[in-house]
């Protein structure tokens, strides 16, 4: 896995379930070489379930799977196996109920700030943050952000409002698997690790005009 410039708590559990490359899965199938039976044991004796960090984020999806498996053999996933675990995600993603796709840029920028959440001692119902700027450069002129994803500065102001990119932002944010089966962009609203209306915050923070990633 690439290097991610700012680490926290959060990083470390949702790149539990956003690396392709972590190794393991207790349930996975030994169709690679690298889950071995020994390989299975070390990892099924390594991890205790502690709070909510319970033992199925051991568990790879197909897509982690599938994309570990082909890194492994330093191979690229084969076209239709991509494309037929894109589309399945894709098929999946939920748009908001009312129609609307954005809330306060305010409340989102805290959000988009914050790698808090879903470790064993956090209390189960706390709001997690999205993560985002530890992926991501997303203010401007400020050298605490990620690399690992692209720079998200002046997105909104760049891509404009068509209905067509704010539903694919949504999209990307609820299930970033729905565009590139092998993304290390965890899945935030699949894995509900954020609410719809965390999400429609962070997508104002992206779109909205006064929000300072669009300064
Ligand atoms: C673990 C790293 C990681 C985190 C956390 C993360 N992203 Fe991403 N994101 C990526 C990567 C890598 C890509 C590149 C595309 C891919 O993987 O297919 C991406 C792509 C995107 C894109 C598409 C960019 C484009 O040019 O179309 C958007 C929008 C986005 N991320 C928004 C967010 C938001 C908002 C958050 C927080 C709620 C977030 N990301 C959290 C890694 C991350």
Redesign the pocket.
């Known amino acids: 896995m690439k290097r991610?410039a700012v680490m926290s708590a959060m990083?470390l559990s949702?790149?539990m379930m956003?690396?392709a490359t972590q190794a393991g899965g207790i349930g996975g199938e030994d169709a690679s070489t690298y889950m071995t039976k020994s390989f299975k044991e070390v990892i099924a004796t390594s991890f205790q379930a502690k709070g909510s960090a319970g033992l199925d984020r051991l568990v790879q999806t197909e897509a982690q799977h599938e994309c570990s498996k082909y890194d492994y053999l330093g191979k690229p996933i084969p076209k239709d196996i991509a494309a037929r675990i894109e589309k399945d995600h894709y098929s999946k993603v939920v748009y908001p109920a009312d129609g609307k796709y954005f809330g306060d840029w305010k409340a989102g920028m805290k959000?988009?700030e914050s790698g808090k959440g879903m470790t064993w001692n956090d209390k189960p119902g706390t709001p997690n943050g999205?993560?985002?700027?530890?992926?991501?450069a997303?203010l401007p002129n400020n050298p605490s952000q990620?690399n690992?994803?692209?720079s998200?500065v002046g997105?909104g102001k760049t891509?404009g409002n068509s209905e067509q990119i704010v539903k694919?932002?949504w999209a990307?944010?609820y299930d970033?698997t729905s565009?590139?089966a092998?993304?290390?962009?965890?899945p935030?609203g699949a894995s509900h690790a954020?609410t719809p209306q965390q999400?429609k915050d962070?997508?104002a923070?992206?779109f909205d005009p006064q929000s300072p990633v669009n300064k």
């Open positions: 991610i990083a949702v790149g956003g690396c959000i988009a999205g993560n985002c700027i530890n992926c991501h997303m990620g690992l994803g692209p998200l997105y891509r694919y932002t990307r944010i970033s565009f590139n092998c993304s290390q962009m965890p935030l954020l999400m962070v997508m923070f992206l």
